[in-house]
Every structure is written in C-alpha cells, then in structure tokens.
C-alpha cells in the first residue's frame, strides 16, 4: 500500500515540474519580467576617429654624458677633493695621486731645458761669426729639442695624476679613500650630466621606413606614472639588427631634473599622419582562449533586445579606446559593462548608468531602437 502512495507522490512531482516549465517557455515576457530578471548592461556606438598612429618600444635613459671616472696611472691617492652627490664644474680636481717624484723631475727637467736654449743661442752666435759649424748648431737644436720633450712627458705624467672632471655635473657615490693604492683604471666615481638624457630602445624592422629624425617622441617612466616627457629622435641606427629590430635614440630635455640615467622607459614614437579608423571602448572586447570577441546589441522586433558574440581583430590602443580591424561596422551598437552575465541570444535591457563611463550618457532604449 506504502509503495502505491510513493509512486503516485513521485508521478505528481514530475507533472508539477512539467507545467512549471511549459509556463516559463510559453511566456517567455512574463517570465522575463517576473522570475528571471533580465541582464542589464551599458551600450556604446562603434565611432570611426582619427586614431594618432604611433610605434611602440621600451628601452633605457643614459645620460648625454656620463662617465665613469677612473684613473690613468698607479699611485696612492694624497687628496679627495669632492663628496659624494656633489655638482662639480668642468676642470674641478677631484683626486689627487701622489705625483712627489714626477714633481722633482720636473724641476731637473726644466733646469736642462734652460740650459739647452742657453747653450743653442751661444751656438747661433759662434755660427754666425764663423766660429761654430753647422754641425754643432744643428747638435745644440736636437738637444734643446730633447730636453723641451721630456718635460712635457713628465708634464703629462704629472697631469694624470691630478684626476679632474671632464665636464659639469653631478659626481655619484666616492669609491675611494684617501692612502688608497690605485691601480691604473680603478674607478673613483661616476659623474653624470643629466640636463639631458637620451632614450635608447629598438622598434620592428617595419617601422624603419616611417622614421625621420626630429621625429616626436613620448616617454614614460615607472617612477612617474601619468607623467609624459616630450622627446624628439635624435639618431636611427643604419643597421638592422640579427633580431629584425632597429636601434633609435631619442633626446629628452630633463630641465625639471626628474630623470634619471639608468631608468626603464615605455617609448612611443609618432607617425605623421593620424588615420581614421574604427574604435570601441576597451571595455567592450572581451578576451578568451579563442580569441578577441564582442556582444553586439541587436532589437529582434519592436520589443526585444538581444546580444550576439562577434569575433574582432583588435589594432592600437589610446585614450581607452581600441581599434577594430574586422568584424564591427561603424554605429553598431556593443556591450561595454556587464558582458560575464552574457550568452548568444540573451534578452539584456538597457541600464540607465553605467558605472565605468559616468561621463558618457547612456543611449535611450529609443536610440537603439533606432539603430
């Protein structure tokens, strides 16, 4: 008897189900209404702009001029004549190495040398008076000459020992102390003039034929989000590298000082003339393992709005924006916010704001009747 009741309890369940079901489909308005709330999303038009063409490339900032400073000779360092981060003037001495020997043959040779012009003027004298030969004249020349070129060779000797700065800027961190042996190339410091700065960075092959010098250039850095330092190109490298790529350097005025040598910069080079293309919100196109896809915004009738994947090929982006390739017609109207909720053939509605373009109004459910 038990069992009897069971299987007529369980035929009643599947009935109840059977005409919940019929009722949803058979009305699908009511339903959309009532039970299951249609998905809202925000729309926007695919508008064709003038897309600024540029090319893109990271790279690195040098300074015009850094070097690192070194020594040319051996010795022990008797002076340090600056501290680290200071500004030096070009010709500044910097660091001093012990030049006492080379000082004393300086004076031995300086005596030589001015015993050497006494003895050629006597010399042109008694040549002169036919007392002298020209063999002797020409003996007292060479020996002047000698003596006047061994005391710029120590003279020389003495100047690279006296390390100065080759040109105003500021000097790094001191790797030196004072007593230290120096071998010949050890570094002392680096010494950076940083007024202006040079981004190096390599562009595709393809990009060679629309580079010209003086060509605009914007740079951004890590350090300074947001912030857009204006370049021009300086110089294109006339050989294409074994990674099909091209070397460019570009010239930054860094007047402000907020540059520095070393950084890692984001580069995009101008093209000259901006091309009308189409574009979409960035928002718009969705990314999957099958590629670049977005929900186009149809009117099935004079009530019904439904979506519809496409699949688009995407170019630049600028400004929040992207540009299509293929697969969008200008004024078509696209999905921005709210695609995750979305399938093929879904009902949406229209939302009356929409959270991530405050700025642009919403296009009416008339409008995109319309369209």
């Known amino acids: 008897m038990s069992s009897g009741i069971g299987k007529w309890a369980g035929v009643a369940v599947v009935l109840a189900v059977a005409a919940v079901a019929w009722l949803v489909w058979s009305r699908p308005g009511e339903a959309s209404g009532g039970g299951w709330p249609v998905a809202k999303v925000a729309l926007a038009k ?16 040098e300074a015009a001029r850094q070097v690192e400073l070194a020594s040319e000779v051996s010795g022990r360092v008797t002076r340090i004549a600056f501290s680290s981060g200071q500004r030096v003037a070009k010709g500044q001495l910097l660091a001093q190495i012990n030049d006492a020997p080379e000082q004393a043959e300086h004076l031995r040779l300086r005596a030589q040398l001015r015993n050497a012009e006494t003895i050629l003027t006597r010399t042109r004298q008694l040549r002169a008076d036919r007392v002298a030969t020209q ?8 020996t002047r000459d000698m003596a006047r070129g061994e005391l710029r060779r120590i003279e020389a000797v003495i100047a690279q020992k006296a390390i100065v700065a080759p040109f105003s800027g500021v000097i790094g961190i001191r790797r030196v102390h004072e007593g230290q042996y120096l071998n010949a190339g050890d570094g002392i410091a680096s010494l950076v003039d940083a007024d202006v700065l040079h981004a190096n960075f390599a ?6 034929p629309h580079l010209r010098d003086d060509q605009p250039v914007q740079v951004r850095a890590d350090a300074w989000p947001g912030r857009v330092f204006e370049a021009r190109v300086a110089a294109i490298d006339p050989l294409v590298s074994p990674s099909r790529t091209v070397r460019v350097q570009a010239r930054i005025p860094n007047t402000e000082g907020l540059l520095q040598a070393g950084m890692f910069a984001n580069v995009r080079v101008l093209r000259q003339e901006p091309a009308p293309v189409l574009t979409v919100p960035e928002t718009a196109v969705t990314y999957s393992a099958y590629g670049q896809t977005v929900f186009i915004a149809e009117r099935s009738g004079r009530e019904t709005l439904t979506v519809r994947r496409v699949a688009v090929k995407t170019g630049e982006r600028w400004q929040g924006r992207v540009e299509i390739e293929s697969g969008l017609q200008e004024g078509t109207q696209v999905v921005v916010s709210g695609q995750l909720r979305l399938s093929d053939g879904m009902q949406v509605e229209v939302a009356e704001r929409d959270a991530l373009h405050d700025e642009q109004p919403m296009p009416s459910g008339a409008e995109v009747a319309r369209s």
């Open 46 to 61: 695919v508008e064709r702009t003038d897309a600024p063409r540029a090319f893109h490339g990271v790279g690195e900032l």
């Open 135 to 142: 063999e002797q004249l020409d003996n007292a020349t060479a």
């Open 203 to 208: 562009l595709d092959e393809r990009a060679a």
